[in-house]
C-alpha cells in the first residue's frame, strides 16, 4: 500500500517541488493551497503525512487525527509559528529553504 502525504502550501512553486521529490519515492501525494482546500481533502482521506508550510502571520489550523504525523516547514525569517491547539507529540519544524539532496540525506 501506497502512503498519502498531504503538503499544505500556499506557494505554489514549492508545493509542486515537494510534490516532484515525493512522487518519485513512491508516495501518493495530494496539494493544497489553504486550510479549507486541506480540511476537504482530509474529510475523505486519511493521510500517513501532513507537510504544512504557513503563511507568514497566519495561524496554523490542526488538521486532526486524519492528517497522520505532521511537519511544519517555515521560512528562517518566520521562526514564530503560531501552533497553539496543535499536539506536539505529532509535530516536528523544519525550516527551509532546502535542497534536495540536503533534504534527503538523512
Known sequence: ????????????????????????????????????????????????????VPSAGVSLFDPGEKSGKLIIATERSQDRVRTVGLRPRRMRIFHYPWTSRRCWAG
Open 1 to 52: 500500500m501506497r502512503h498519502r502525504i498531504l503538503v499544505v502550501a500556499q506557494d505554489v512553486t514549492l508545493r509542486s517541488t515537494l510534490a516532484r521529490w515525493l512522487m518519485p519515492a513512491g508516495y501518493l501525494v495530494e496539494l493544497a493551497e489553504n486550510d479549507r482546500r486541506a480540511r476537504q481533502l482530509l474529510a475523505n482521506q486519511r493521510m500517513a503525512l501532513t507537510i504544512m
